[in-house]
């Protein structure tokens, strides 16, 4: 069974500050995506990791996908309010390509 | 901008009632998805469709649940009986020619009593 962790599981921070969260798993994954998603709506999608090693920047938020494609990071710099929500990380597999498995989250709180 | 669409956005139904969730798709995509979100836990698959059938499912779509897609533009995910433990946020996701990435609607909560 493919699992998916996601540390830290709870984060606050003040404005501007840097953080970084991460994406593990034992698993060896075909891609992996990172969502956002704010309460009561669903996750949007914000970038897709395809190849080992890769780093994708979107503005202020880098993504990488490790080497190994089992673990994936995303640095936040100067975090605004704007940037609260959760974020998910989640994999599609090689056999099953469609089927993709979420991470619990990391709910990211910004604080004016 | 093309989005997903759910109906309706809130559902009150009662234990062993049947009930039918629906979503538009975005228009050309081809692979389509739910998925459901027990409150404060984390999004969990469902199932996935591609060329009129199901091409993956989880452990949790049971033979109380079906999904159909009736006509060009609408996809459904019927709960035949539902329980208590159904009780969720259904999220119907599609996705195009980038498999992977799939675009979410806003969901549907879905509340048995």
């Known amino acids: 069974t493919q699992l998916l962790e996601q540390s830290p599981q709870f984060l606050s921070i003040q404005e501007g500050e840097n953080l970084t969260v991460y994406c593990n798993s034992s698993?060896?994954?075909?891609?992996l995506q990172w969502y956002r998603q704010e309460p009561g709506e669903g996750p949007v999608l914000l970038v897709t990791?395809?190849?080992?090693?890769e780093v994708k920047k979107l503005k202020r938020l880098t993504f990488q996908f490790g080497d190994a494609r089992k673990d994936s990071s995303l640095h936040i710099t100067a975090a605004q309010p704007g940037d609260t929500g959760l974020y998910l990380c989640?994999?599609?597999?090689?056999?099953?390509?469609?089927?993709?498995?979420f991470g619990p989250g990391t709910s990211l709180s910004v604080i004016p | 901008e093309p989005e997903v669409t759910q109906t309706p956005s809130h559902q009150v139904t009662q234990m062993g009632q049947e009930v039918i969730l629906r979503c538009v798709p975005i228009?050309?995509?081809?692979?389509f998805y739910w998925y459901r979100q027990i409150l404060g836990q984390k999004v969990e698959f469902l199932v996935s469709?591609?060329?009129?059938?199901?091409?993956?499912k989880s452990e949790i779509f049971d033979d109380q649940f079906s999904v159909e897609r009736p006509d060009g533009s609408n996809f459904t995910l019927k709960i035949r009986s539902t329980k208590l433990e159904d009780s969720a946020m259904y999220f119907c996701?599609?996705?195009?020619?980038?498999?992977?990435?799939?675009?979410f609607g806003p969901g549907t909560r879905l509340t048995v009593t």
């Open positions: 996701a599609s996705s195009g020619d980038l498999v992977h990435e799939q675009y």
């Open positions: 698993s060896v994954f075909s891609s």
């Open positions: 990791v395809v190849t080992g090693g």
């Open positions: 989640a994999g599609a597999g090689w056999t099953s390509y469609d089927k993709v498995i």
């Open positions: 228009s050309n995509h081809l692979y």
């Open positions: 469709f591609y060329n009129n059938e199901i091409s993956e």
